[in-house]
């Protein structure tokens, strides 16, 4: 009997465990080959060693949802199996493997995936989806997340939900991804184009416009927008307050000096009665912590006139599919991703959704307590289920078959 490893393969970060690891002991590994300005090459979370985090510039193997570079993908791999702070030392030939794939990746890239995982690895089983789709199998956790008066009587459904739409926000572009019987339909999948890396560039433009050029400064921002930005309720009410209460709307950020802190934080009443101002070089942040947010429902806030928002990506992607199952769809919708540790994204969703769909349906949304790794949680769970013995490839079929067999399994089939 081998062992499962379940590997979330993120754009930005990889989340690998086995299928006896707790979430709290899950690993959590920078999907990135980082440059330091005195050239030194960083793998993973080695980054995180580094005290000067100015100008560090990054290479990361998934481009625009596509895994182009297996070349340095194989080497992040091979420090999360073997790196001792994980204490997962991985042996892939005593190993079945779990791990994610972006919708509609292209065929050729995603053999390679397959050769890698057989050939170089020697994994003896493979089984690979959208991590959005391994939500449904955790569908009695799902359902203890909605709202009290929404929820529904479980006790008949054992294994999944019969009817799922997920939104997953995460790194590259957040995926609406219905999911029916267990299955992805991919007739209505969706993709959006706007997500973290998007947020993270247009709140650099602001901070390097208005106040300091910080251009080169991919991990300080990234800190900036996680610990500052929130989702408002109301766009243009919090533009108001921000005009005829600035004081009170606008937060300082404590930027690093590489003595006292490496990485800023934000400045709170307690820390101003600590520390002298003239001490600290401060970031004044106004409108555009909820400004950059907000284009996840507006892109024409950055002049991007021709794409949609969330709320009408979603909306299209619930049209796509038969009329009679819609509002089962929208009473069961599961939102994962980075991108949902912004405060009140969820809830200004839920809104905005109940606005623009029929009133007679029941919108619901359930919002795990970590979006980032609800994911590898859920298929964790689906390692767990019968019916992952009957679906996974094992290296016999795949040496027997070959690589289109194996495509064809796991291939999107629109």
């Not at 690979?128 to 479980?154: C, H, M």
């Not at 947010?293 to 794409?307: A, D, Q, S």
């Amino acid at each position: 009997m081998f062992k499962t490893l379940i590997l979330d393969n993120g754009s930005y970060e990889i989340k690998v465990g086995n299928s006896k690891t707790s979430v709290d002991e899950l690993s959590r590994v920078q999907n990135s080959i980082s440059k330091t300005k005195d050239k030194r090459l960083l793998i993973g979370n080695q980054v995180h060693s580094v005290n000067d985090i100015s100008g560090i510039v990054f290479k990361r193997p998934i481009e625009k949802g596509h895994l182009t570079s297996w070349e340095a993908e194989k080497m992040i791999w091979d420090y999360c199996f073997t790196c001792e702070d994980f204490k997962l030392d991985v042996d892939p030939t005593e190993h079945d493997l779990i791990m994610s794939e972006t919708p509609f990746m292209l065929p050729q890239l995603s053999q390679n995936t397959d050769q890698i995982v057989f050939e170089e690895y020697g994994f003896q089983s493979l089984f690979k989806a959208p991590i959005g789709s391994f939500v449904p199998w955790n569908y009695e956790k799902n359902e203890g997340l909605y709202q009290p008066e929404l929820k529904n009587d479980i006790s008949t459904v054992q294994n999944y939900a019969d009817y799922q739409l997920v939104v997953d926000s995460g790194f590259n572009a957040t995926w609406v991804i219905p999911i029916i019987k267990g299955m992805v339909f991919w007739h209505g999948v969706r993709k959006f184009e706007i997500a973290g890396r998007f947020l993270s560039g247009v709140l650099r433009e602001k901070i390097s416009f208005r106040h300091y050029n910080v251009t080169d400064e991919t991990i300080l921002v990234n800190n900036i927008k996680e610990s500052s930005c929130f989702v408002t309720m109301d766009y243009n009410k919090s533009l108001r307050e921000m005009k005829t209460h600035p004081k009170e709307n606008v937060v300082e950020y404590v930027l690093p000096d590489f003595n006292t802190t490496t990485h800023g934080y934000v400045l709170t009443p307690e820390l101003k009665a600590k520390y002298k101002p003239q001490d600290q070089q401060i970031l004044k942040l106004y409108d555009e912590r909820f400004s950059v947010p907000e284009t996840l429902f507006h892109p024409e806030i950055v002049e991007i006139m021709n794409k949609p928002g969330i709320v009408e990506t979603i909306v299209d992607s619930i049209n796509s599919v038969p009329e009679l199952i819609r509002p089962l769809l929208v009473s069961n919708i599961a939102v994962i991703g980075g991108n949902f540790n912004l405060k009140h994204l969820e809830e200004r969703l839920l809104a905005e959704l109940k606005i623009v769909l029929p009133v007679d349906w029941d919108v619901r949304i359930c919002k795990p307590s970590n979006p980032s790794t609800y994911g590898w949680e859920c298929a964790q769970k689906f390692s767990e289920n019968a019916k992952y013995n009957s679906v996974k490839v094992t290296r016999q079929d795949y040496e027997e078959h070959g690589l289109q067999w194996v495509q064809k399994r796991f291939g999107f089939q629109v």
